[in-house]
């Protein structure tokens, strides 16, 4: 898995910002802002879960707050909660990543994760790629 823009199907990132595209579901417009907001929240385990908007998320937090301000679920998931959700495989726009003790998503094809590449620690969009492996693909129905 590895980022490549498409104009009109992949999201934009500039300067840590990322920007659907113009024709992209009104789902994943608020999807991507959601993930912006969370762009300089730090690491905290358990974080997302007890407060809508906390102080730092874990990586199931995020992905929770990503799908409930899109509109997508309500409450929150643990990483094993997603095992379960949506639908089986890659989804057009929203992907989920999901294994026991660990959850990521792709919107729009960014990835937001809480801990791979480069070293930072908590919810950041990226585009590199990163080991898939013992994970499985979710998404939302119809994303």
Known sequence: MSYQFQ?????????????APRRAPAAVHRAIA???????KPYKWGGGHA???DRGYDCS???SYVLREAGLM???MSSRGFL???ESGPGKWITLYVRNG???LTVAGLRIDTGWG??????RWQTGSRPGKGHIMRHPPGF
């Open 7 to 19: 104009y009109g199907k992949t999201a934009l990132l500039q300067n840590g910002i990322a920007y």
């Open 118 to 123: 480069g070293g930072r620690k908590g919810p």
């Open 74 to 76: 309500s409450g929150h």
């Open 51 to 53: 407060v809508l908007n």
């Open 61 to 63: 937090g995020a992905v």
């Open 84 to 86: 379960n959700y949506g």
């Open 34 to 40: 959601a993930g912006n907001r969370l762009q300089n």
């Open 102 to 104: 660990h959850v990521f």
